[in-house]
T-cell receptor
Framework: GAVVSQHPSRVICKSGTSVKIECRSL??????MFWYRQFPKQSLMLMAT?????????EQGVEKDKFLINHASLTLSTLTVTSAHPEDSSFYIC??????????????FGEGSWLTVV | LAKTTQPISMDSYEGQEVNITCSHN???????ITWYQQFPSQGPRFIIQ???TKVTNEVASLFIPADRKSSTLSLPRVSLSDTAVYYC???????????????FGKGTTLSVSS
C-alpha cells in the first residue's frame, strides 16, 4: 500500500485563485519532504525541499511566494499554488524518505495531484 | 549530484527479458543507485536499489559492475503492464535520514507489445 498519500488527486481552479495540495506520510515520520512538478511527457522537476519546522528550500527558478510550502508536522507537508495561472497546470508530486519500514529506507512518492487552472 | 544517462526508449515483446542500462560516470562513494517505474498520471514507484554487485527482488534484478559507473536493470519476462517510464537515479545512502532530493533524468520509455 501507499506510504505517501496526496490529496486531492485532481483539482480544477479558476485563474487568480489559490489551491492547496496535501502530502502525508503514512505510518512514518518525515522530517524532509520533496515537491516535484511534471509536465506531460517530461520528467519530474524538483521544485523545493520541505523541512519540518523550518522554511522550505526552493530550486532556482521556482518562485517561493507563488508556491508556498508548509511542513508543520512530521507527517504533513502542503503546497499552495497562489494566484494560479493556466501555465501552472501540471502534475504535482511529493515524496518523503521512509524510515524503518519493512521495505527499507528509501524515498517514496505520492500518487500525484493533477492541477488544472482554467 | 551524479548525472545519469539512459536510452530514451526501448521496445520489447511479452515474455522477453529487458535490460535497461544506465550510465553514471560521476557517482560518489556514498551514492546508491535506485530505479523507479512510473505509469502515466501516477507517482514514481520504487523498483530496486543497490550499491554494488547484484541485487534481486521479486520484480527485478540490478547489476552493478565493480567501478559502479553504470548499472543495468533487468526485468524478466515482461508483460504489457510493464509498459512505463523507468528512471535510474543516484543519491544518498538510505540511512541518511534527511538526505538530498532525487534528481530525475529523462528516463527510458519501455513499450511492451504482444
Amino acid at each position: 500500500g501507499a506510504v505517501v498519500s496526496q490529496h486531492p488527486s485532481r483539482v480544477i481552479c479558476k485563474s487568480g485563485t489559490s489551491v492547496k495540495i496535501e502530502c502525508r506520510s503514512l505510518d512514518f515520520q518525515a522530517t524532509t519532504m520533496f515537491w516535484y512538478r511534471q509536465f506531460p511527457k517530461q520528467s519530474l522537476m524538483l521544485m523545493a525541499t520541505s523541512n519540518e519546522g523550518s522554511k522550505a528550500t526552493y530550486e532556482q527558478g521556482v518562485e517561493k511566494d507563488k508556491f508556498l510550502i508548509n511542513h508543520a508536522s512530521l507527517t504533513l507537508s502542503t503546497l499552495t499554488v497562489t494566484s494560479a495561472h493556466p501555465e501552472d497546470s501540471s502534475f504535482y508530486i511529493c515524496s518523503a524518505r521512509g524510515q524503518g519500514l519493512s521495505s527499507g529506507n528509501t524515498i517514496y512518492f505520492g500518487e500525484g495531484s493533477w492541477l488544472t487552472v482554467v | 549530484l551524479a548525472k545519469t544517462t539512459q536510452p530514451i526508449s526501448m521496445d520489447s515483446y511479452e515474455g522477453q527479458e529487458v535490460n535497461i542500462t544506465c550510465s553514471h560516470n560521476n557517482i560518489a562513494t556514498n551514492d546508491y543507485i535506485t530505479w523507479y517505474q512510473q505509469f502515466p498520471s501516477q507517482g514514481p514507484r520504487f523498483i530496486i536499489q543497490g550499491y554494488k554487485t547484484k541485487v534481486t527482488n521479486e520484480v527485478a534484478s540490478l547489476f552493478i559492475p565493480a567501478d559502479r559507473k553504470s548499472s543495468t536493470l533487468s526485468l524478466p519476462r515482461v508483460s504489457l503492464s510493464d509498459t512505463a517510464v523507468y528512471y535510474c537515479l543516484v543519491g544518498d545512502s538510505p540511512t541518511n535520514q534527511a538526505g538530498t532530493a532525487l534528481i530525475f533524468g529523462k528516463g527510458t520509455t519501455l513499450s511492451v507489445s504482444s
